[in-house]
Nanobody, 121 residues
């Protein structure tokens, strides 16, 4: 079992930056892959980014590539999503998720509660 608590979402202006955090507990953090997904109103939940257990491999959706950066601190049991040059279309509830391996096309097993990011124009 893995428990995830994601945080850091807030209202930000277009062009601004935000860093989301995801604190994990319950399983050795360094043995799990971490992910970020988002869900906008009326839309399906979509994959944003993932990072493998060591941090040596990262994966991004085309919509955020070059603007968002996923990272992890295994000593702090925490994953991050640095979001730069935010756009109104980035407005969504952001969820961190975890699994034994990276899941890009399927859903990870464990989920945080979500944190709201709102980008104003």
């Amino acid at each position: 079992q893995v428990q995830l608590v994601d945080s850091g979402g807030r209202l930000v202006q277009a062009g601004g930056s935000l860093r989301l955090s995801c604190a994990a507990s319950g399983r050795t953090f360094s043995s799990i892959a971490m992910h970020w997904f988002r869900q906008a109103p009326g839309k399906e939940r979509e994959f944003i980014a993932a990072i493998n257990w060591s941090g040596g491999s990262t994966y991004y959706a085309d919509s955020v590539k070059g603007r968002f950066t996923i990272s992890r601190d295994n000593a702090r049991n925490t994953a991050y999503l640095q979001m730069n040059n935010l756009k109104p279309e980035d407005t969504a509830v952001y969820y961190c998720a975890a699994d034994r391996v990276v899941r890009v096309t399927t859903r990870p097993a464990y989920w945080g509660q979500g944190t709201q990011v709102t980008v104003s124009s």
